[in-house]
């Protein structure tokens, strides 16, 4: 049935004839996750522009990014990779039909998240410096289901 499949689409003749098109979707590589690329697989939630809210999540949004390029600066826990870990349950970037969420908490001193809902809450804070130890603290203390 497959072959009978295949043969319909012509998609071996395809392969054949365009070899370099068909590799990224069917040959796994393995490639290192930067700050850029896991910023862009999180979808932020802003309140409504010219708002507080939208001014203090402003402030907080480029606490993040600049969390992300200490992470991959970093040589010590954690590391980049436990980002995605801690939003979505994977350590490297997620299939396109998963959108992790960022949002942003009032009241809270430290991240959550939930792998369910693939998001990331991240506290509102004064400082990068209060905001780094909080994120550092938050996802050293909450592996992905025990898993190394």
Known sequence: MLQTTLATLDFVNALEQHPSLFFPFMCYTETKLTADAVENIFQ????QPGST????????LSYWRDYLLYLEEKEASPFLEDVPMFGTGL???????????LVFQKNFQFPM????????????????E?????????MQNSPGFGLP
């Open 91 to 101: 350590k490297e970037v997620p299939p396109a039909a998963i959108q992790p969420q």
């Open 130 to 138: 209060e905001f780094q130890a909080a994120m550092d603290y938050g």
């Open 53 to 60: 809210n939208r001014l203090e999540e402003a402030r907080v």
């Open 113 to 128: 998240a939930n792998v369910c809902t693939n998001t990331i809450k991240i506290p509102i804070l004064p400082s990068y």
């Open 44 to 47: 932020v939630q802003l309140s």
